[in-house]
């Protein structure tokens, strides 16, 4: 997606399936059974914190569930249920609640995976049986069977290093290697274990065998510091494995500081490295977040909040241009003192973790190109997803925009097709829904869950979230219906969206856009001597623009004019103030780049050239006595160094009306200069035109 302050990609016929694609989204579908109509359930009715995994056209979705506490109360056995979908999520069977290993019981924190054979791979954190006890571990379970929907086996048990001592275990994740590599196949689980209640570190295992499952003793990586938690695990195209987490900075009534946090590890989970060689602490500090409220209250709402972050890792295939970058997305705000309170931000690596871009909001900002949100409302709990194909990331979140009062929330998506440059937001769900907390009696009274999941096949994005559309309504005369009639009910849903298909012609943006470089600058448009070799355009190289061109598409272009424009770099500059210098037509196979010439003395076509900027001042010294030199020198530079036209000829006609001028010794001089006005402008406009400003 181009930047408009740099360059205007017109484009005719061939890009209209792109923009069709842009505003479509698929069908939402339920996933969990409805359960707001039945008699006996109370209000022990809420699913939410979602995973999914998807192969071919078998699909399995867990999620947390807490009906079990209607008959059980507190001595329930499991919180996590799975259903799964043969035929691509568009039906769903109702696989139940997952058995928990033998003495324990499942508090859910679910998480699901695939490997690259359609063996699925499904999590739960668990913990001893019976009341009063706490997580000492995870459960992790090996699919057994796909057809006609999927089974799974007896758990493997991971206990934590510090067991249910002091806080217990938390937030797992998994991961799965499907690169065809050394490690292919190879499971990996991350969680929390909370030493104690103000400090936690991540624990990690790995699989020495996947049949039968076998997984290594938890190690801990990285220190007990802060409240370590939110891991996050990422596989990379050459099999090199990422881990992610927040550091938080814990009160004891809420969260006052955190960082993001980073390893790698290039041997299968063996050992964990910091990616950056020249830093010497045991991981990688990404980002210090200015954090959101722990709690968003809004129109008599309050619903918790996790900052947590979210890694993917682009795996198209070899020559991308692409692959192997890495990204993170996370929520936060925009400063310490913003009354903006959750906001979502994006940052790539191109180096393996080693280094990374500057965080942008990505909800609204310049890196959104369309789409932006306008309003200071809420925008939290992302997920990430990276086509292994395209490359298309896109991030879903909840999302207040479209409710002046901040209190209805919508499922949205911010897509990218060029590496995370630029973005654009379009809505993620059919419906927006109005929140509801406090209702289910197993549940913190703030409680909607802590995550959302996002996940990318070879042709579209799945996602799964928990949604409040449906209301409770119970059937007449029920002796235990849900209460009250007419409430907000968390069910899961999920819909799947096709990858933008068709042309998509860019360039890299400015770095106000990007995040990387100088603000006012873009790489892709720049200067050439006459020997095609690119020059300084600060020192008025004034011939042959050029401007790099790629077609990130799936499809070539056909028909479509490159428009060179120019203004002076100003923030929030906006098309009104670019101003043409010319066009030329542009084909582009699809993934191919382009480098489109654009002349400028076609503009200035009566001017006589010089070669830069320098040698023109030197020109117009020699002239001087040497005694008024650097005087004429400082009003010279004025002239070439001015923001606008207008700005340039001010400072012209006062150069020229000066006293240096005003002699009859200087009169061929003052002709000379009154020639030159349009060099100047020539110079000028070169300057607009390459952002050089």
Request: hydrophobic share 40%; glycine share 10%; with cysteine.
């Amino acid at each position: 997606m181009p930047n408009a302050a740099a360059l205007r990609i017109v484009t005719q016929g061939a890009l209209a399936c792109w923009l069709t694609a842009m505003a479509a989204f698929a069908q939402d579908v339920q996933v969990n059974p409805v359960d707001t109509n039945l008699p006996n359930q109370d209000n022990s009715t809420a699913q939410s914190e979602t995973s999914h995994a998807e192969f071919g056209s078998t699909v399995v979705v867990a999620y947390n569930d807490s009906q079990q506490t209607t008959s059980l109360g507190a001595a329930f056995t499991s919180l996590m249920s799975y259903s799964s979908s043969a035929n691509g999520g568009a039906t769903w069977t109702y696989g139940g609640l997952a058995t928990a290993p033998a003495g324990q019981r499942l508090w859910g924190d679910p998480m699901v995976v695939v490997d690259g054979s359609g063996v699925f791979y499904m999590a739960s954190l668990s913990g001893p049986a019976g009341v009063g006890n706490g997580i000492g571990g995870v459960a992790v379970y090996q699919s057994t069977g796909n057809s006609p929907s999927v089974t799974f086996g007896t758990p493997v048990l991971v206990n934590g290093i510090s067991g249910t001592s002091a806080g217990g275990q938390d937030k797992e994740w998994l991961a799965v290697d499907t690169t065809g590599g050394a490690f292919n196949g190879r499971v990996y689980l991350a969680w929390t274990d909370f030493v104690t209640l103000s400090t936690g570190q991540i624990e990690f295992v790995r699989s020495t065998s996947t049949s039968p499952l076998s997984l290594t003793a938890p190690v801990a990586i990285g220190p007990a510091d802060k409240l370590n938690h939110g891991a996050n695990l990422a596989v990379g195209p050459a099999g090199e494995l990422y881990l992610a987490w927040g550091g938080y900075d814990w009160s004891g009534f809420g969260v006052t500081g955190a960082t993001i946090r980073l390893v790698k590890s290039t041997d299968g989970g063996v050992n964990f490295v910091n990616p950056d060689p020249a830093d010497p602490n045991p991981f990688k500090t990404v980002v210090t977040p200015n954090i959101t409220p722990d709690v968003l209250s809004s129109g008599g709402v309050s619903i918790r909040t996790r900052g947590f972050p979210y890694l993917a890792v682009d795996r198209t295939p070899a020559g991308s241009p692409t692959r192997g970058n890495l990204y993170l997305v996370y929520q936060g705000k925009t400063s310490a003192a913003s009354t903006d309170n959750a906001d979502i931000f994006f940052m790539s690596s191109t180096d393996g973790g080693a280094s990374w871009s500057t965080p942008r909001t990505i909800n609204k900002g310049p890196a959104v190109t369309a789409g932006a949100d306008t309003t200071n409302n809420d925008n939290w709990q992302p997920a990430i997803a990276v086509s292994p194909t395209s490359g298309q990331i896109t991030v879903t979140f909840y999302d207040r925009r479209q409710d002046p009062a901040n209190k209805l929330i919508r499922l949205y998506q911010a897509i990218s097709t060029d590496g995370g440059a630029t973005w654009f937001d379009q809505p993620g769900s059919a419906v927006q829904f109005q929140p509801d907390t406090g209702y289910d009696p197993l549940l913190v009274p703030t409680y909607m869950g802590d995550y959302n999941f996002a996940a990318s096949t070879a042709g579209a994005t799945r996602a799964s979230w928990g949604d409040l559309r449906n209301l409770c309504t119970p059937p007449p005369g029920a002796p235990n219906p849900c209460s009250p009639a007419g409430r907000s009910d968390m069910d899961v849903f999920t819909n799947s969206s096709a990858q933008l298909h068709g042309p998509d012609l860019a360039i890299t943006p400015w770095g106000d856009v990007t995040g990387v470089g100088p603000t006012w600058q873009t790489p892709d448009i720049f200067v050439v001597d006459a020997m095609n070799v690119q020059v300084n355009a600060f020192k008025g190289i004034v011939n042959h623009l050029r401007a790099r061109i790629r077609n990130v598409g799936d499809v070539g272009s056909s028909g479509a004019t490159v428009t060179f424009k120019y203004a002076p770099w100003f923030a929030g500059i906006t098309d009104a103030a670019l101003k043409t210098i010319g066009t030329v037509p542009q084909d582009l196979l699809a993934g191919q780049s382009a480098v489109v010439p654009k002349a400028l003395p076609k503009v200035y076509a009566r001017t006589r050239r010089q070669r830069c900027w320098v040698h023109k001042t030197a020109n117009v010294l020699n002239k001087m006595p040497s005694s008024i030199q650097a005087k004429a020198k400082s009003m010279l530079h004025d002239i070439w160094m001015a923001a606008t036209r207008a700005e340039a000829d001010q400072a012209f006609d006062l150069f020229v009306d000066s006293r240096f001028l005003r002699t009859s010794k200087h009169s061929a001089l003052r002709d000379m200069c009154g020639m030159g006005k349009g060099i100047v402008r020539q110079g000028i406009g070169l300057r607009k035109a390459t952002g050089r400003l």
